[in-house]
Nanobody, 120 residues
Framework: VQLQASGGGLVQAGGSLRLSCAAS????????MGWFRQAPGKEREFVAF????????YYADSVKGRFTISRDNAKNTVYLQMNSLKPEDTAVYYC??????????????WGQGTEVTVSS
């Protein structure tokens, strides 16, 4: 499966962005999906997970209550709605797909990143 992330950009603190991850090559409903991010000089970190059916999800504590992950299996697309953005959310965001239906992964496929910059 190939993953294409989009939707990043520059936004002021307190603003919102919605990231999209389009899957091709195989129906996305075969995979659990996750979003990760990597800030400059830091290691990549987990952000959010959604199960194959979309019926369960899991978030990092740092984004809980502000970010929402969702998926539209008919469109083979996963979304990350990001509200109340903070400067510390600045990072390159990556989507990933995994056969195992668990937020711990492993994640077998990765998309290219989309950059999010939050100005203070």
């Amino acid at each position: 499966v190939q993953l294409q992330a989009s939707g990043g950009g520059l936004v002021q603190a307190g603003g919102s962005l919605r990231l999209s991850c389009a899957a091709s090559g195989r129906t996305s409903s075969a995979y659990a999906m996750g979003w990760f991010r990597q800030a400059p000089g830091k290691e990549r970190e987990f952000v959010a997970f959604i199960s194959r059916s979309g019926g369960s999800w899991y978030y990092a504590d740092s984004v809980k209550g502000r970010f929402t992950i969702s998926r539209d299996n008919a469109k083979n697309t996963v979304y990350l709605q990001m509200n109340s953005l903070k400067p510390e959310d600045t990072a390159v965001y990556y989507c990933a797909a995994g056969y195992r239906n668990n937020w711990l992964g492993p994640y077998d496929y990765w998309g290219q990143g989309t950059e999010v910059t939050v100005s203070s």
